[in-house]
């Protein structure tokens, strides 16, 4: 599983350079784990802000199966999440969101340079799947995942 998940997550940090949030296996609104590689700056301003409950991204992301880009989301965005995200360098995006075997799993990926391109969003979909599949029994994060996760500046929440 380690393996796996070190070699997921670096093609992850490859095809979202300005960072990602990965919630797995949601239960009510606290995820199993949390994958977070977006910029400190970010994660605090988002986190004061009380953005997660205005967010359009996982709002779609709790209604929803499959992908989209954030362009999509902008119009139901009356809070301005996503501007600001774009003020902070996320100007681009992509959220996926995984249920299987009874359990959700919600991921956005972000890029500053470019629109998410139909590959990226194959890509990063297939990516987050895998990820959901391989941590379902998953009872902890290992050492070795853990210092491949702070290797890859990844925040990590287990709860």
């Given at each position: 599983?380690?393996?796996?998940?070190?070699?997921?997550?670096?093609?992850?940090?490859?095809?979202?350079?300005?960072?990602?949030?990965?919630?797995?296996?949601?239960?009510?609104?606290?995820?199993?784990?949390?994958?977070q590689a977006y910029d400190l700056d970010w994660l605090n301003h988002?986190?004061?802000?009380?953005?997660?409950?205005?967010?359009?991204?996982?709002?779609?992301?709790?209604?929803?199966?499959?992908?989209?880009?954030?362009?999509?989301?902008?119009?139901?965005?009356?809070?301005?999440?996503?501007?600001?995200?774009?003020?902070?360098?996320?100007?681009?995006?992509?959220?996926?969101?995984?249920?299987?075997?009874?359990?959700?799993?919600?991921?956005?990926?972000?890029?500053?340079?470019?629109?998410?391109?139909?590959?990226?969003?194959?890509?990063?979909?297939?990516?987050?799947?895998?990820?959901?599949?391989?941590?379902?029994?998953?009872?902890?994060?290992?050492?070795?995942?853990?210092?491949?996760?702070?290797?890859?500046?990844?925040?990590?929440?287990?709860?």
């Amino acid at each position: 599983m380690v393996d796996s998940a070190n070699g997921i997550l670096r093609r992850i940090r490859q095809r979202s350079p300005a960072g990602f949030a990965i919630a797995l296996h949601i239960t009510y609104t606290t995820p199993k784990y949390l994958f977070q590689a977006y910029d400190l700056d970010w994660l605090n301003h988002y986190s004061s802000q009380g953005y997660v409950m205005n967010d359009p991204t996982v709002r779609w992301g709790f209604a929803n199966t499959g992908a989209i880009r954030w362009s999509v989301l902008a119009a139901d965005d009356p809070t301005g999440v996503l501007e600001d995200a774009a003020a902070h360098g996320l100007r681009y995006g992509l959220t996926v969101s995984v249920f299987a075997e009874s359990s959700r799993s919600i991921a956005s990926f972000a890029r500053g340079d470019r629109e998410m391109t139909d590959l990226d969003i194959a890509a990063l979909g297939a990516d987050a799947a895998d990820l959901h599949g391989i941590t379902a029994a998953a009872q902890f994060v290992t050492p070795e995942l853990h210092r491949t996760l702070k290797q890859l500046s990844i925040f990590l929440t287990h709860s």
